[in-house]
């Protein structure tokens, strides 16, 4: 029996880095207010009223917003002044940012930014880079992001602004979290601590603790996460944060649960469900009933469990709480199953299946289809099972594809901290350099100094100037060899990383990726195979049968395609060009894949010249032939027609030319040019669901090359593809 991923529910509590910093939302009745104020302010008082009532609106329309920003940019260029300026595309790069229009945001930040310093305040220079840190961010700017808040921290130190310098790291801590890393998380969090422990800003230290248990926590560092929960704890207690206490409840009882102690979980999640009903927090509520359903379906107390779970999924239903409800559904699904009561999980992942499309969350989603293929398994429906399964595993490659890039984002910033890192170094290098010509300086006034004074020492001065010039000179020269080779292998290790990062990202995906889907099938419907073998039709066993059949070829296919190229990036493939006839070694590889044709009703034809012989190595021209033609059949549809002609190539003398013609779906513009790179290959579907890698014509490009020959392609998206290589004539 399979164990489910039952979602707990929770509760961060930490500072917030989507806010604008500086601005609130206006209550409605200060509109009238503000409006009648336009009628008797002028000058810089007249645009900040201006300014006013477009944060009004930000929420609440935020076309009016951008009206009412414009009106004060066109003042405060009549007015002239930088601060006034400033302010105003400040304003408009938050009205266009409440609209989510992020690149335009983006500009007018970065003209408040110019105008905010050639006025020198540090604390609107400070606000300006932090709303460039939340721009970047939603850019997924990352490194840009980071600077900027780094940037607005150093800002706020020197306005004395320690609480938003605090927030301005812990918004970094943020986004180091969303990458994953969550060590240089931890270590901005800490930063934050810092200075709000320096400055006594004690309204932010809960959070920070808070954030820095959650951090904890995800790094597995279970102690340190219930230290600092704990912290947490004492300061909301301190503050009474009735609120933030039941926060601190929550998650306490979720590290005691990872400890083991369930007892001691239990009466925590009750005190924060006891606390969170006492604040009419419908979501905190929700949040702790859904905690103790998963703490008494751990025990096997499932009526206990299920009671929790349904008023957890009762608020929030009512409350809206769309994510929240669907988990607990999913929840209430898994108890069902345990309990062996079928129909009763039927109902609740009913429910979930309705309204899924309105859930964010993918991983939710996943869970569902995962107990929808169980349910439909228990109960022998084994074709919705299958289906339900595909779907679950559809879910599965999505959420693969986040963490990979969230992974190549955490691999991408410390590979240009790398190189920031060198580039000091060379500054370094840079200054030294400086030094020497200032000690060189230096050392030639000495000298006439000398002289000035020492007339009779005139030859014996003479020549120390000379051996001290020659001595620095030859210095200044080890030092200008140094920086160039400096210079060089710099060049030199980033084009190779840039490689390597390629290829170890084109074998990971592989290994971790494609290689499982195949043993995914194979080994599923073996199991089902094995399981219920006398209860299946003949039909269904050789449907089951075709499917392992299937799944083994391309499993090989991938195999012999991933060694190849393996092979041939190391240098192991023997090259032994020799001379043969392209018509036959054509016609044997249209013999070895007529099966795959046959299956799809494809017409194969050959219009090859008998007389053209090449001379190359026929081991590696038989792989670019079957490759081709297996990427031809894979994307034609039933029925095509594909067409296969070699002779002397009319374009290039002394070549032979191959044509690999097929009517299929053809590939768009934007692909044609990086489908034969390392770092730009991507694997496509074929017209019956057919899998690939995108080695085969790497293999095919890296193969051609080697011959002497050339490959390139032709096409259109819906037209079909031609595939034509050339390689010598004997």
């Given at each position: 029996?399979?164990?489910?991923?039952?979602?707990?529910?929770f509760v961060i509590?930490?500072?917030?880095?989507?806010?604008?910093?500086?601005?609130a939302?206006q209550p409605?009745?200060?509109?009238?207010?503000?409006?009648?104020?336009?009628?008797?302010?002028?000058?810089?008082e007249?645009?900040?009223?201006?300014?006013d009532?477009?944060?009004?609106?930000?929420?609440v329309?935020?076309d009016?917003?951008?009206?009412?920003?414009?009106?004060?940019l066109?003042?405060?260029?009549?007015d002239?002044?930088d601060?006034?300026i400033?302010?105003?595309?400040?304003a408009?790069g938050?009205?266009?940012?409440?609209?989510?229009q992020?690149?335009?945001?983006?500009n007018y930040?970065?003209?408040s930014?110019?105008?905010r310093k050639?006025?020198?305040n540090?604390?609107k220079i400070?606000?300006s880079?932090h709303?460039?840190g939340?721009?970047?961010?939603?850019?997924?700017?990352?490194n840009?992001a980071?600077?900027?808040?780094?940037?607005?921290?150093?800002?706020?130190?020197?306005?004395?602004?320690y609480?938003?310098q605090s927030?301005?790291?812990?918004?970094?801590?943020?986004?180091y979290?969303?990458?994953?890393?969550?060590?240089?998380?931890?270590?901005?969090?800490?930063?934050a601590?810092h200075?709000?422990?320096e400055?006594?800003?004690?309204?932010?230290?809960?959070?920070?603790?808070?954030?820095?248990?959650?951090l904890?926590?995800?790094?597995?560092?279970?102690?340190?996460?219930e230290k600092?929960?704990?912290?947490a704890?004492?300061?909301w207690?301190?503050?009474?944060?009735i609120?933030g206490?039941?926060?601190?409840?929550?998650?306490l009882?979720?590290?005691l649960i990872e400890?083991?102690?369930?007892?001691?979980?239990?009466e925590?999640?009750t005190?924060?469900?006891?606390?969170a009903?006492?604040?009419r927090d419908?979501?905190g509520?929700?949040?702790?009933h859904?905690?103790i359903?998963f703490l008494?379906?751990?025990?096997?107390?499932?009526?206990?469990a299920?009671?929790?779970?349904?008023?957890s999924?009762d608020?929030?239903?009512?409350?809206?709480?769309i994510?929240?409800?669907?988990?607990?559904?999913?929840n209430?699904a898994?108890t069902?199953?345990?309990?062996?009561k079928l129909?009763?999980a039927?109902?609740?992942?009913?429910?979930?299946?309705?309204?899924?499309l309105n859930v964010?969350?993918?991983a939710y989603?996943?869970?569902t289809?995962?107990?929808?293929?169980?349910?439909?398994?228990?109960?022998?429906?084994?074709?919705?099972?299958?289906?339900?399964?595909?779907?679950e595993l559809?879910?599965?490659?999505?959420?693969?594809?986040q963490q990979?890039l969230?992974?190549i984002?955490e691999?991408?910033?410390?590979?240009?901290?790398?190189?920031?890192?060198?580039?000091?170094?060379?500054l370094?290098?840079?200054?030294?350099l400086k030094?020497?010509q200032?000690?060189?300086?230096?050392?030639?006034?000495?000298?006439?100094?000398?002289?000035?004074?020492l007339?009779?020492?005139?030859f014996i001065?003479?020549s120390?100037?000379?051996?001290?010039?020659?001595?620095?000179?030859?210095?200044?020269?080890?030092?200008?060899k140094?920086?160039?080779e400096i210079?060089?292998?710099?060049k030199?290790?980033?084009?190779?990383l840039?490689?390597l990062?390629?290829t170890?990202d084109?074998?990971?995906?592989?290994?971790?990726h494609?290689?499982?889907?195949?043993?995914?099938?194979?080994?599923g419907?073996?199991d089902i195979?094995e399981?219920?073998?006398?209860?299946?039709t003949?039909?269904?066993?050789?449907e089951?049968i075709?499917?392992?059949?299937d799944?083994?070829q391309?499993l090989?296919?991938?195999?012999?395609n991933?060694?190849?190229?393996?092979?041939?990036?190391?240098?192991s493939?023997?090259y032994?060009?020799?001379?043969?006839?392209?018509?036959?070694?054509?016609k044997?590889?249209v013999?070895?894949?007529?099966?795959?044709?046959?299956?799809?009703?494809?017409n194969?034809?050959?219009?090859?010249?008998t007389?053209v012989?090449?001379?190359?190595d026929k081991n590696?021209?038989?792989?670019?032939?079957r490759n081709l033609?297996?990427n031809?059949?894979?994307?034609?549809?039933?029925?095509?027609?594909?067409?296969?002609?070699a002779s002397?190539?009319q374009?290039?003398?002394?070549?032979?030319e191959v044509i690999?013609k097929?009517?299929g779906?053809?590939?768009?513009?934007?692909?044609?040019?990086?489908?034969?790179?390392?770092d730009?290959?991507?694997s496509?579907?074929?017209?019956?669901n057919e899998t690939?890698?995108?080695?085969?014509?790497?293999?095919c490009?890296?193969f051609?090359t080697k011959n002497?020959?050339?490959?390139w392609v032709?096409?259109?998206k819906g037209?079909?593809?031609?595939?034509?290589f050339?390689?010598?004539?004997?």
């Amino acid at each position: 029996m399979k164990r489910y991923a039952i979602k707990l529910i929770f509760v961060i509590g930490t500072l917030s880095p989507f806010t604008l910093l500086g601005f609130a939302q206006q209550p409605e009745k200060e509109l009238d207010s503000l409006k009648n104020q336009l009628k008797s302010v002028k000058g810089k008082e007249r645009i900040d009223v201006l300014i006013d009532i477009s944060k009004y609106y930000w929420d609440v329309n935020p076309d009016s917003s951008i009206i009412f920003a414009e009106k004060s940019l066109k003042e405060a260029k009549a007015d002239g002044s930088d601060e006034a300026i400033g302010d105003a595309y400040n304003a408009l790069g938050n009205a266009y940012s409440s609209k989510y229009q992020n690149e335009t945001a983006l500009n007018y930040y970065l003209k408040s930014l110019e105008f905010r310093k050639s006025n020198g305040n540090p604390l609107k220079i400070g606000d300006s880079y932090h709303n460039l840190g939340l721009i970047y961010g939603e850019l997924k700017q990352f490194n840009l992001a980071v600077s900027s808040h780094n940037k607005a921290a150093e800002y706020y130190e020197k306005a004395k602004q320690y609480d938003l310098q605090s927030y301005s790291f812990s918004s970094i801590a943020s986004l180091y979290n969303q990458i994953n890393d969550k060590n240089k998380a931890l270590e901005y969090a800490f930063k934050a601590l810092h200075v709000a422990n320096e400055n006594s800003i004690d309204e932010l230290k809960a959070n920070l603790y808070n954030l820095i248990g959650s951090l904890n926590k995800d790094l597995k560092n279970l102690d340190l996460a219930e230290k600092y929960y704990t912290l947490a704890f004492k300061e909301w207690e301190r503050s009474k944060n009735i609120s933030g206490l039941s926060t601190a409840y929550n998650n306490l009882g979720i590290i005691l649960i990872e400890k083991g102690d369930l007892q001691k979980a239990l009466e925590y999640y009750t005190k924060s469900l006891e606390l969170a009903t006492q604040q009419r927090d419908s979501s905190g509520i929700a949040s702790a009933h859904n905690n103790i359903g998963f703490l008494y379906a751990r025990i096997n107390e499932f009526d206990k469990a299920l009671n929790s779970y349904l008023r957890s999924y009762d608020i929030s239903v009512k409350t809206h709480q769309i994510n929240a409800a669907h988990n607990t559904l999913n929840n209430i699904a898994s108890t069902y199953l345990k309990q062996g009561k079928l129909e009763k999980a039927d109902e609740a992942l009913s429910k979930a299946l309705k309204n899924i499309l309105n859930v964010e969350d993918p991983a939710y989603k996943q869970e569902t289809y995962q107990l929808l293929s169980e349910l439909n398994a228990r109960k022998g429906d084994f074709q919705k099972a299958y289906r339900y399964k595909a779907i679950e595993l559809a879910y599965a490659d999505t959420l693969y594809t986040q963490q990979r890039l969230s992974s190549i984002a955490e691999m991408q910033t410390r590979y240009e901290t790398e190189t920031k890192e060198k580039e000091i170094e060379l500054l370094k290098k840079d200054v030294e350099l400086k030094e020497l010509q200032y000690q060189k300086q230096k050392s030639f006034q000495q000298v006439l100094v000398s002289l000035t004074l020492l007339l009779l020492a005139i030859f014996i001065g003479t020549s120390l100037m000379l051996g001290i010039i020659r001595k620095k000179n030859k210095q200044l020269a080890e030092k200008n060899k140094e920086l160039f080779e400096i210079n060089q292998k710099l060049k030199q290790s980033e084009k190779n990383l840039s490689e390597l990062n390629a290829t170890k990202d084109k074998l990971f995906s592989i290994i971790a990726h494609d290689l499982k889907n195949p043993f995914n099938a194979l080994i599923g419907f073996s199991d089902i195979l094995e399981r219920n073998f006398n209860h299946l039709t003949d039909n269904e066993k050789k449907e089951y049968i075709s499917v392992i059949s299937d799944s083994a070829q391309n499993l090989y296919k991938l195999l012999d395609n991933l060694l190849q190229w393996t092979r041939a990036q190391t240098g192991s493939i023997n090259y032994i060009p020799e001379k043969f006839k392209l018509e036959p070694l054509i016609k044997q590889e249209v013999v070895n894949l007529n099966a795959n044709a046959e299956k799809k009703r494809i017409n194969v034809s050959v219009n090859a010249s008998t007389q053209v012989s090449v001379y190359a190595d026929k081991n590696n021209i038989a792989t670019v032939i079957r490759n081709l033609l297996s990427n031809a059949i894979k994307f034609t549809d039933i029925g095509g027609n594909i067409e296969i002609t070699a002779s002397e190539s009319q374009e290039y003398p002394k070549m032979a030319e191959v044509i690999v013609k097929d009517s299929g779906v053809g590939i768009d513009q934007d692909d044609l040019e990086r489908i034969f790179l390392i770092d730009g290959s991507f694997s496509t579907k074929g017209t019956a669901n057919e899998t690939g890698t995108g080695l085969g014509l790497l293999l095919c490009h890296e193969f051609v090359t080697k011959n002497n020959g050339k490959i390139w392609v032709n096409s259109s998206k819906g037209s079909g593809s031609e595939f034509h290589f050339t390689i010598p004539l004997a």
